[in-house]
Every structure is written in structure tokens, then in C-alpha cells.
């Protein structure tokens, strides 16, 4: 990554858990999100401007590394910290995986507090969700979450001079960028260093999978149909497989947790109608999207249905990102025949987002019906007669919740 990227993870993230590292020692610092997103850049970056001595180990090598290891490095780690007046920093990447890496890291935490050992801790995860599972399982109120979403618009823009149709197409995966020249190639990348590194490393490795071939058709359905609602039966029907739909609402979790593609409920009155509905397919980048398909970037621009799906599953990436980073929660709402594409929820704020994105709409807009029925903070038209494509993603979701003079 150029020095222009690695300057605004400083601007952007860095500079808070910089912060947190120079405060005196009280928490873990864990920073988590999918592959590709800057994770390791921002904590080398990090690292580089921290005072005292740091230690950076990676668990991410072909074989796993197991407890001794950890254990190895974590004592690299004390004894330079306790050479050194300012203590010391010690960052740990994927720590996924080495197994029951959350046990081990809360004894050796605890062991620290209690001999006063000033060691700073920053742990590093590319699978959110096992990331997550292992913190709230052995490490509750001993740790601070930075979560890092895929690359915005806006960010995509400032640091490779994305136009938006760039952006719609090849997503927001930086290490791609270079490669968008040749579609071919880049397309490639993407197939093998992301989507199957994420699913061979970060799922399947990671956690128990009955039916690994299942899943993979699922991500490929779930890119295929984005932007569409489908009922786990209708999935079962398209996969032709034995499984059940306990299963594919499992799995489709795991994506999730992968930072890859995710199902968004229905909104609802209460939480056993959300969990009963069917979900909503939503890519977290739309490089996913395009990136299963053959076609060319005109290819997907002259296809009116195609390219309004592309427009709608942007709109949903962008805020599945900032829902994955806890700004909001985040659904979808039909009833009779009419459709709210977006529903954003964030404390008492409520706001419905209907995309124009020029492809025929498969039910009545929902809108007008929607806000008689739920009484949104406001309502949102993105795209043709209303608030611009590239002005929304340009945003955060932040400054279109609250009050609708303020946006």
C-alpha cells in the first residue's frame, strides 16, 4: 500500500488506538475485520509510533501454530517490557488461529495483572465472527473492539481515484486496485488470494463444516442473488442438496462472520418474526458479486437488471458495513406486496431507504406504507429524483440518521 493509504488508516483509525496504547494498561486491544481491509497496516503503522518496544508475531503460516508458541512469544513480550521503563507492546495477527486462543490469552492476561506487568496487548483477527465468539467467551470485560469495515467509496476514491462505476464493479478491496486495468487478472485475484484464501483459511479451517460443499454454493448463490430476498426453501431448491435450513442459516452466519456476505431479516415488531423471515442476500463488497460473474464492466453497465442490482447491493454493502461495525442494525421490510429496500435502525432514530436504481421493481414501492406504519425519524430515496449514488456512499450512515435538516 503507498504511504497515502497507510496515512489516512493513521487519520482515520490509527490515531484512536494509538491512544489507547499510550494510556496506562487496562485493556486488549483487538482489531478485527474480513481479509484485505488495512488490519495489518494499520497496526504496523501503529506500532511504529508507539513509544517503547513493540514485538509483532503472526499466526498466519501454513501450519498452525499452537499454546506453546503463544506462549513463547507472549514471554518475549513480558521480558522486554520489563526492561524497559515505558513497558512494552506486543501484537498478535490471526489469532484465530491457534486454537483455544482465548483461554490461553485471559491466563496470561490475568497472570500480567497481577504481577503489574506493563504489557500492552493488541490482537488482530481476519474472521470476525470466531474473533468474536472467542472474546465473549473467555475474555468478557477485559477487551476493546476496533472493528474495520471493507473500503468506502469515499476512501476508494481519495486513495486510487475510483470514478463510481469503478467503485460499483471492482469494490472495495485495496489490494485489487492495481489490477482493475486488466479485469481478467483482477478477477483472478480475487478468486484465489480473497474469496478462496477467506473460505479454506478463515471458514473451514476455523470451525466445523459438515458440508464445506454446501457452503461454497451458498456464498456462490448468495453473490448471485444479492440484493434479493430468498427464502432458505427456495435456497435448498436452488443448491440441490440434502440439508436442512438450520444448516443454511448456520452457514450463512459464518459468511457473515467472514466479512463476505450476510442475510438481512425482515423488519418487525418483535425478535421471533425477524428471526422467522426470509432473508434478504446482501454482499459485503460488491467485488464479490461481480467477481462470480464472467462479465465484463460494460457487460454488467448495458444489462438494465443486472447493473440495478449492482446499484442496490452498493447501497446494502455500504450499510451491512456500517451495521458490522455496530453505527447501526440493519433490515428489510415487506408486507402485501410492497418493499422498503433498507431499514436502518440506531437507537431511537429509524430511517427507510428505498434505491432507484432504474431496474424494474419486483414489488410496490413501500415507502408511503412503511412510514404509516412504523413512523421513521425520516425517509430516504437514493439514486434517480433523489439523494445521488455516489453523494450517499460518499457519507457515513451517521449523517443521514437523526434529524432530516441535519443530513
Not at 500480567?112 to 468478557?140: F, M, N
Request: proline share 5%; aromatic share 8%.
Amino acid at each position: 500500500m503507498s504511504n497515502h493509504v497507510r496515512e489516512r488508516f493513521e487519520r482515520c483509525f490509527g490515531a484512536s488506538l494509538r491512544a489507547r496504547l499510550e494510556e496506562p494498561r487496562r485493556f486488549l486491544q483487538v482489531v478485527a475485520g474480513a481479509r484485505q481491509v488495512g488490519k495489518t497496516t494499520l497496526v504496523s503503522q501503529v506500532l511504529s509510533r508507539v513509544e517503547g518496544p513493540t514485538l509483532f508475531a503472526s499466526a498466519d503460516q501454513p501450519a498452525l501454530h499452537d499454546a506453546a508458541w503463544l506462549e513463547a512469544q507472549w514471554h518475549r513480550a513480558r521480558v522486554m517490557a520489563g526492561e524497559s521503563p515505558s513497558g512494552a507492546v506486543f501484537a498478535l495477527d490471526e489469532v484465530q488461529k491457534i486454537p483455544r486462543w482465548s483461554e490461553i490469552v485471559k491466563r496470561l492476561w490475568d497472570e500480567d495483572t497481577r504481577s503489574a506487568c506493563d504489557l500492552r496487548v493488541v490482537l488482530l483477527g481476519s474472521a470476525p465472527l470466531l474473533v468474536q465468539r472467542g472474546l465473549t467467551e473467555s475474555l468478557a470485560g477485559r477487551f476493546e473492539l476496533l472493528q474495520l469495515p471493507h473500503w468506502s467509496f469515499s476512501e476508494m476514491r481519495e486513495a486510487f481515484d475510483f470514478t463510481l462505476e469503478q467503485y460499483l464493479y471492482f469494490g472495495g478491496y485495496p489490494g485489487s486496485a492495481p489490477l482493475i486495468d486488466d479485469p481478467a487478472r483482477w478477477r483472478r485475484y480475487l478468486l484465489d488470494a480473497l474469496i478462496e484464501t477467506t473460505l479454506s483459511r478463515d471458514v473451514l479451517l476455523m470451525t466445523r463444516v459438515d458440508k464445506p460443499a454446501l457452503l461454497r454454493r451458498l456464498f456462490e448463490l448468495s453473490c448471485r442473488y444479492s440484493g434479493q430476498i430468498l427464502s432458505y426453501t427456495k435456497m435448498l431448491g436452488q443448491l440441490q442438496d440434502a440439508g436442512n435450513t438450520t444448516t443454511l442459516a448456520h452457514y450463512l452466519d459464518l459468511l457473515a462472520g467472514a466479512g463476505m456476505v450476510t442475510g438481512l431479516p425482515k423488519f418487525a415488531g418483535d425478535a421471533a418474526r425477524r428471526r422467522a423471515s426470509s432473508p434478504k442476500l446482501q454482499v459485503m463488497n460488491t467485488a464479490l458479486m461481480t467477481g462470480q460473474s464472467s462479465l465484463s464492466p460494460a457487460e454488467f453497465r448495458t444489462d438494465r437488471e443486472l447493473y440495478g442490482r449492482l446499484v442496490e447491493s452498493a447501497v446494502g454493502a455500504h450499510l451491512a458495513n456500517a451495521a458490522a461495525r455496530g453505527a447501526c442494525e440493519l433490515f428489510y421490510w415487506r408486507e402485501r406486496g410492497r418493499e422498503v429496500d433498507f431499514v436502518v435502525r440506531a437507537g431511537a432514530s429509524l430511517l427507510a431507504i428505498e434505491v432507484k436504481s432504474g431496474r424494474a421493481p419486483s414489488s410496490l414501492p413501500g415507502l408511503e406504507a412503511f412510514a404509516k406504519a412504523w413512523k421513521p425519524t425520516r425517509t430516504l430515496l437514493v439514486g434517480d429524483d433523489g439523494v445521488p449514488l455516489a453523494e450517499f456512499l460518499s457519507r457515513p450512515i451517521e449523517r443521514w440518521l437523526g434529524d432530516p435538516h441535519e443530513a
